[in-house]
DNA sequence: CTTCTAGTTAAAGTTAACTCTAATCCTAGC
DNA sequence: GCTAGGATTAGAGTTAACTTTAACTAGAAG
């Protein structure tokens, strides 16, 4: 074979190992059009390091809430070069303010979950009657819901 | 009927309303045995404001990371009562050691997400160079990754 | 040369959490 | 009393995102 060897070249199982995904996991978003790795001669995947940097991102987006129909919308559009990046950037903003919703949701369920657990506490030492019920606790803190 | 009516009552589709679930949705959680609505003499069921309460929070833990079955498992433990506060402490401190966890990976997320979206909005007006690529771009704001 | 490991494929199976269907029943308004 | 809307049930179907299976090949180690 006649590769370049001027960058690192990961087969899929290494590959896996670096992205923390499985081998499986990478045929299955390379079917569906996620990522592109090379082929070596004989036939066998290998992806490079800018493999990886798109993997982690692709792995941030989805994170935040991208599907994987989204990511291959996503990844379509940069295909197609830089006439897309308006479209490109509509979806990152709707999906960033989807997120950033979840988010303040997210952070209000940490604080209920929390002040539970201080309730619990409370009611197991004793600071806090067993008359009041997390709702009047919840109330008392101007907690709501 | 002789229901007491000293408290609201609503049938499953007011309740589906009130909660943001569906009707369905509400009968599968009772088949899961998440919730236990009252019935009517001739059959149908009835939801109070304490249920409301109880979904609520439900919801809540569900969206910090709590499955269907370990909700399953809170539910039965609660139902034991006080001997099994210590379990249901344990589990909840569980679920908010793993959600605290998986928060901050979700932050890390969002300011990735927003660094991209800066380094489009950079390329587009050209602010930022054609030579330099999103992982350039993050090491120069020093966000690994 | 045999065996082990890691790769290949297409396709079927899994899991969680709903969601829908079909057949039937109850209730309120005209 | 009739009809429309919403209730009941058991059980089948859906969706997203993998995960496993089966049947195979290629290369390295002993």
Not at 85 to 99: E, H, M, T, Y
């Amino acid at each position: 074979m006649d590769t370049k060897t001027s960058e690192i070249q990961y087969r899929i199982g290494d590959f896996a190992e670096v992205t923390g995904l499985s081998s499986p996991t990478l045929r299955y978003y390379e079917k569906e059009g996620l990522i592109k790795p090379h082929r070596t001669d004989n036939g066998l995947r290998y992806y490079t390091e800018q493999d990886a940097n798109w993997i982690k991102f692709l792995l941030h987006l989805k994170s935040t809430g991208m599907t994987i129909e989204q990511l291959k919308q996503y990844v379509i559009w940069r295909a197609e070069g830089d006439s897309t990046i308006d479209k490109r950037i509509a979806l990152l903003q709707d999906v960033r303010d989807n997120f950033e919703k979840e988010f303040a949701e997210l952070q209000h369920s940490w604080t209920i979950l929390n002040d539970k657990l201080d309730w619990y506490k409370g009611k197991v030492n004793g600071h806090i009657e067993d008359s009041e019920d997390f709702s009047k606790y919840l109330k008392r803190l101007n907690h709501h819901e």
